[in-house]
């Protein structure tokens, strides 16, 4: 074995062995830093506020899964509705892989969840234990009255904080008024609370103590991210042409002169890294594109006197001198398909109507002859109301000539949510049969509102020619 294989084995064994270092982001402030705060706060914003609306006397946004019915504003969705929800995977699929070709890891710096919790765990940290330093010198002491209060002052309110957001997200599926009033007078259902406790430890563990150990380690979106990068994507990056040879030096010094580049290796960039990793060392899965590094480099830059961009957005085509290239086949393709299923979606729920029929023919037999001479055929309806209120039908059956149906009940009334077995029998003459098979369109439509109407074709079976 020569030396280089021994230095991979080597740096392998170090990086599975090595005892997890802490990494303590240093604060940063800039424009980067400002729109992930607004993102942080529209998308908490939103997290924390939507069980709170009202709308038509019942909450916004609520799956009630006993009831088996999910109320987003004033729209109501029933399990039959699954095929929305295949559509809503499908594109936040493609819209991750759309922004990953565009701009490199958007969503894990500014809207994964990780990202987001995490961000505000470590402003209640910064807001309790101090900046960078005094973190890392409280750490380093040993344990005293003032550490074990402080400690425990800070993981009180990340608890009552990741306690609140299990609540929050149980809210979504029990009406959050219930919710409270079970939770103050001790009368939570177990399965309430688990969820909230189950959902409450893991963001107190995952924000608060995993952090970028979910990124670099559980989260799969890092490892295959690199298949949707190409030389024009954005990505944040050190000109090391710029920067290098790096190295500390006075303000008033004439760096070109002394062949130094722009780089003064003050570390800021790795101090400000949420992950720990450092930029200068080029592109690296653990990146998750947030940018801080880009804020403190400008700020130092700024400084020095020197000219801002040492690290930035950009892409490897621009480093190269060559032109970036916005749109290009996959970016065109991503939008293309992206267009399609969402012009689809908003077309099939906008034409959705709120009833289910379903037409089973009788297979015992496939046809009878009554005593008056007609072909008679048995149907079994099962007719499906997915709207809001209470219904009384009609039902009608088209497609043969002389068509003659049979109801078991003249008053077709079908409750909310309910799904109501209609036996149907329909009765032509032979002579009116054209073929052995002919179709038949039943059409339900409600008496008090008759745009709530929908259409079934199934077969009517004759004799033999």
Not at 51 to 65: K, S, T
Not at 130 to 146: E, H, T, V
Not at 257 to 265: R, T
Request: glycine share 6%.
């Amino acid at each position: 074995m020569n030396k280089d294989e021994q230095q991979l084995d080597d740096d392998v064994a170090e990086s599975l062995y090595a005892k997890h270092q802490k990494v303590y982001p240093r604060e940063v402030h800039g424009k980067f830093a400002s729109l992930r705060v607004l993102a942080v706060a529209i998308l908490l914003g939103l997290f924390y506020g939507l069980p709170w609306l009202q709308w038509g006397g019942r909450q916004a946004v609520l799956f009630d899964l006993p009831a088996r019915k999910f109320y987003i504003f004033g729209l109501t969705l029933w399990p039959q509705d699954f095929i929305f929800l295949v559509f809503l995977l499908i594109m936040a699929a493609l819209l991750l892989f759309f922004f990953t070709t565009l701009a490199g890891r958007l969503w894990c710096g500014y809207a994964c969840p990780q990202t987001v919790w995490t961000e505000v765990f470590l402003w209640i940290e910064h807001a309790i234990e101090g900046d960078r330093l005094k973190q890392m010198k409280l750490d380093k002491s040993p344990m005293s009255a003032k550490k074990f209060r402080i400690k425990l002052t800070k993981h009180a309110a990340w608890i009552l904080f990741a306690a609140f957001t299990g609540f929050t997200f149980v809210a979504y599926f029990t009406p959050l008024r219930d919710l409270a009033h079970d939770l103050f007078t001790f009368e939570l259902s177990p399965w309430e609370g688990f969820w909230i406790f189950f959902y409450g430890f893991a963001t107190y563990g995952n924000a608060g103590w995993m952090r970028e150990q979910v990124c670099l380690h559980m989260c799969p979106y890092a490892r295959f991210q690199s298949a949707m990068f190409d030389k024009d994507t954005l990505i944040v990056a050190y000109h090391a042409e710029r920067g290098e040879p790096r190295g500390p030096r006075k303000k008033k010094v004439d760096y070109k002169a002394e062949g130094m580049g722009s780089c003064i290796d003050c570390t800021m960039c790795v101090q400000v890294c949420p992950t720990g990793i450092d930029i200068r060392d080029g592109l690296q899965y653990e990146c998750i594109g947030c940018s801080a590094c880009i804020d403190a480099c400008d700020d130092v830059m700024d400084k020095m006197g020197y000219e801002r961009g040492l690290i930035k957005y950009t892409t490897e085509n621009n480093f190269e001198g060559k032109p970036t290239k916005l749109l290009r086949p996959r970016i065109i393709v991503y939008a293309l398909i992206l267009m399609a299923l969402m012009g689809s979606f908003i077309y099939t729920l906008a034409a959705r109507v709120p009833l289910q029929l379903d037409v089973l023919r009788d297979r015992n037999s496939l046809f009878r002859e009554t005593d008056e001479g007609l072909i008679e055929n048995v149907y079994t309806l099962k007719l499906g109301n997915m709207d809001d209120y209470d219904h009384e039908f009609s039902l009608t059956a088209k497609g043969i000539e002389g068509l003659d149906m049979k109801l078991e009940q003249q008053k077709i009334l079908v409750k909310s949510g309910e799904v109501l077995d209609l036996p149907v029998r329909l009765r032509a003459d032979e002579a009116d049969l054209k073929e052995r098979s002919s179709i038949v369109v039943f059409n339900l439509t409600a008496l008090d509102n008759d745009k709530l109407s929908i259409k079934q074709e199934s077969r009517f079976i004759g004799p033999t020619e």
